[in-house]
């Protein structure tokens, strides 16, 4: 009787070991899109993995433990194809105009701080000073200084009405590559004048090479509201599922650890943090935050 017990434990035994292993099996994959631009994404150096986005990615990741998780680092081009692809998500993206065709997303989880201008301290004197908003318009009238542009990138409709009047003349210098922004470098050997960006970028740089900050950021007028941040996934019957499971999720308790993480980076902003929590927190509509996919 012993040994007949033991052969049907055993038999139970691998019953629950075979199931467990169809289990892990039979998990759907989840590919999750990343890209280099810091601080929202980080792929290289002694903060990868820490940036704003990149935390938010791991925050879902470890929420939906049913599904099994790839992270692919992306450039512009390649997530424009990959996005349209089955079972690709996105964890920290804004909506382009148009892509509500191919992907989905969830209720807003951030805020991506105003895009302005970056440029060289010491170039001041044709720009402003630090602190004031600038006229993209009226640098673009400027003869003597270059605009660095990169044309897969979505900025603000007054912005590309702007980049279409001046896109012809020497005035714009218009990048067909696929990275995100231009590396600081391009200012440091007068390559260019000034190209849009966070201000964070030149602070980060700063910060992992210990050096003092030699770069002005400024605000710029026809860029005047934060943008809307969501979780995207492609629009098809997993896409919805997963969209499902991830808006059960976003509670208010994780988009304030979210909050921490973007101040940890931008800095702690009064005027930030009360759109975020009016916006993001509490879901009202709010005239600072423009959604251009919508």
Known sequence: MKIKHRILGGIALGILLFQGCVSAQ???????????????????GKYAGQGIGDAFTKILQSKLPQYEHQNIISNTRRYNELIRKQNTCVAWAWTVPGSNEYRIHSRPVSLAPRTGILTLKSKQHLFGE???TLSLAKLLNEPNIVLGYLEEMQYSKK???LISQYKETDRIFVSSRRDVEFDLKVLDKNHLDYFFGFPAQAAFEAKTKNIPNKYQFYNIEEIEKYVSMSTHCSRNDFGSRVMEDVNRILTDEILMEHLAVVERWYGENKSYRDVFIDYVIKRNPNELVTHPGL
């Open 26 to 44: 039979e998990k759907e994959i989840i590919r999750w899109l990343t890209w280099e631009q810091v601080p929202n994404f980080i792929t290289q």
């Open 130 to 132: 630090p602190g004031e």
């Open 159 to 161: 912005v590309h009405e």
